[in-house]
């Protein structure tokens, strides 16, 4: 599969000047758009616990064991949701269905209707704009602990 440039991503339709992801529905993007939505900044990569008795979603800084914390990249991408067990696929409907997605996801931005954010690598041009800009988890996060001490590991940053 041939990979898109940013700029080749950011060129609006001659006739609209819409980009690609303002054109075309979640489920009519490409796998190179689809992955090219994804802006590195690894918040869909934590633990989280959820509340049994309100169902309310608790982030915790502890990392998935195959993030690259200074990459904020998934070390086996390809094989991640056979290596780990719990590890979701972002999907369409998955998106639409995630409510635990940061409010800042361009999955989840599009889904909802609304644009991505000036720092987007797709909208600025620059893939470091979401880790200069405090927007990825980089230099926040822990490797792997054991299950019994997530508690102790729950944030109140912006997710």
Do not use: F
């Amino acid at each position: 599969m041939a990979s898109i440039g940013y700029s080749e991503m950011q060129t609006g339709d001659p006739s609209t000047g819409k980009p690609y992801w303002r054109r075309k529905p979640l489920e009519a993007l490409t796998s190179a758009e689809w992955e090219a939505l994804c802006d590195g900044c690894a918040k869909c990569c934590l633990h989280r616990l959820e509340d049994e008795a309100s169902g309310a979603i608790y982030t915790t800084n502890v990392a998935c064991r195959l993030l690259d914390l200074e990459q904020c990249r998934c070390l086996d991408y390809t094989g991640r949701t056979r290596v780990v067990s719990d590890c979701v696929a972002l999907t369409p409907a998955t998106v639409r269905a995630a409510t635990w997605l940061p409010a800042s996801c361009a999955y989840r931005l599009l889904a909802e209707g609304r644009e991505l954010p000036p720092w987007h690598p797709l909208v600025c041009g620059d893939s470091t704009a979401v880790h200069r800009g405090g927007h990825s988890v980089r230099g926040r996060v822990v490797a792997e602990v054991d299950a019994d001490d997530l508690e102790r590991h729950l944030v109140d940053w912006p997710i």
